[in-house]
């Protein structure tokens, strides 16, 4: 396979994994607990208002927060990376598209990124009030 080609496409693919395995894992994850749930039903033990709550998927105040920033790192990496790669000489020709690509690319997970702040930020300070 050509190389120009074959390397978008395993980024592309190794993304799709990615995703998928975090999924697969989590909806597994869940499966056990009700699993569990399920059997401490069938055996007549009493469930308290605590167990269910440490069994529900009750996420950090903030986990947005986390996320964000995470994100935010990424397109910082990926536009460190851009840079990187326009420095130096050679190959001047295809350069600013290379850049122009990575940049681009920083944009989705800068923009991701922002969401989660925002919804940290804004969506906390409605819960406090």
């Not at 869940?30 to 033990?45: P, V, W």
């Not at 964000?68 to 990926?78: K, L, N, R, W």
């Amino acid at each position: 396979m050509n190389p120009e080609i074959f390397i978008p496409l395993t980024f592309f693919a190794m993304v799709v994994l990615i995703v998928w395995l975090v999924q697969h894992f989590g909806a597994k994850k869940r499966a056990e607990a009700f699993q569990t749930l399920r059997l401490a039903i069938e055996k007549g033990q009493p469930l308290t208002p605590e167990a269910l709550e440490s069994m529900a998927r009750v996420s950090s105040p903030i986990a947005d927060l986390r996320r964000g920033i995470v994100f935010v790192s990424i397109a910082a990496g990926f536009a460190a990376f851009a840079t990187i790669m326009g420095v130096g000489e050679g190959w001047e020709d295809g350069r600013q598209e290379v850049m122009r690509g990575m940049y681009g690319v920083a944009t989705f997970p800068l923009f991701i990124g922002i969401a989660f702040l925002g919804l940290h930020f804004f969506a906390n300070e409605s819960k406090r009030r």
